[in-house]
């Protein structure tokens, strides 16, 4: 069982939150996040890379010279690979780097990640986090006073809520996220996660388990 402080957005602590990691994952599988973080990080290749085979590149067909008699190795098309201005030999085609790993094992993996985030003391909680209006200057504000500021962070709410993420956005090293988007890379990612008390309760109920 961790005893994880709640803090206000002046970083003042206004209480305790009781939690077992075992709530959120029996055990951590290892092989499970790095199967899920190399799956997220597969599926965010481009996969544009190209570069032109010997019948793509500009050039002509005919013979270069004769093939026996003139002392020289034979030589064909201009467009060969050995030639300076010819196609690759090996050549780069686009390829759709994606797969996906079954939903459970999904869901399990993210479950795991929040656990090890509580285990490890990475996570931050919050009693409450809402802004009248988008204002990065005042999230900026609750990370400094969170000491959060000199850190990767992402910051895990109950649900979506725009005038967060528009103040959390512009911030180079804080990300945002509703609890129902969350997954294993986004959550192991940053150093810390800093996550509302409601948000961390909505995890803790079995029903609400995120893809």
């Given at each position: 069982?961790?005893?994880?402080?709640i803090?206000?957005?002046?970083?003042?602590?206004?209480?305790?939150?009781?939690?077992?990691?075992?709530?959120?994952?029996?055990?951590?599988?290892?092989?499970?996040?790095?199967?899920?973080?190399?799956?997220?990080?597969?599926?965010?290749?481009?996969?544009s890379?190209?570069?032109?085979?010997r019948?793509e590149?500009?050039?002509?067909?005919?013979?270069?010279?004769?093939?026996?008699?003139?002392?020289?190795?034979?030589?064909?098309?201009?467009?060969?690979?050995?030639?300076?201005?010819?196609?690759?030999?090996?050549?780069?085609?686009?390829?759709?780097?994606?797969?996906?790993?079954p939903?459970?094992?999904?869901?399990?993996?993210?479950?795991?990640?929040?656990?090890?985030?509580?285990?490890?003391?990475?996570?931050?909680?919050?009693?409450?986090?809402?802004?009248?209006?988008?204002?990065?200057?005042?999230?900026?504000?609750?990370?400094?006073?969170?000491?959060?500021?000199?850190?990767?962070?992402?910051?895990?709410?109950?649900?979506?809520?725009?005038?967060?993420?528009?103040?959390?956005?512009?911030?180079?090293?804080?990300?945002?996220?509703?609890?129902?988007?969350?997954?294993?890379?986004?959550?192991?990612?940053?150093?810390?996660?800093?996550?509302?008390?409601a948000?961390?309760e909505?995890?803790?109920?079995?029903?609400?388990?995120?893809?």
């Open positions: 069982m961790a005893s994880i402080p803090f206000n957005r002046a970083g003042n602590e206004v209480g305790r939150y009781e939690v077992d990691p075992a709530d959120f994952a029996p055990r951590i599988n290892k092989q499970l996040l790095h199967d899920a973080v190399v799956m997220y990080q597969a599926n965010q290749r481009q996969g890379a190209k570069t032109k085979a019948n590149v500009a050039g002509s067909t005919r013979k270069l010279f004769r093939q026996k008699g003139t002392g020289r190795a034979r030589a064909g098309s201009i467009r060969s690979g050995i030639r300076r201005g010819g196609g690759h030999i090996k050549h780069k085609q686009p390829r759709n780097w994606g797969y996906r790993l939903r459970k094992a999904l869901q399990s993996a993210t479950r795991m990640a929040i656990a090890s985030k509580i285990r490890d003391d990475e996570l931050v909680l919050i009693d409450e986090l809402s802004f009248a209006a988008p204002k990065t200057r005042d999230m900026a504000a609750v990370l400094k006073a969170l000491k959060l500021d000199a850190t990767s962070v992402l910051v895990a709410t109950e649900n979506y809520d725009v005038n967060t993420y528009k103040s959390v956005r512009n911030l180079a090293q804080a990300s945002v996220s509703p609890v129902c988007e969350l997954n294993a890379y986004a959550v192991l990612k940053p150093r810390r996660l800093l996550i509302t008390k948000a961390l909505s995890l803790r109920r079995p029903t609400e388990e995120p893809a």
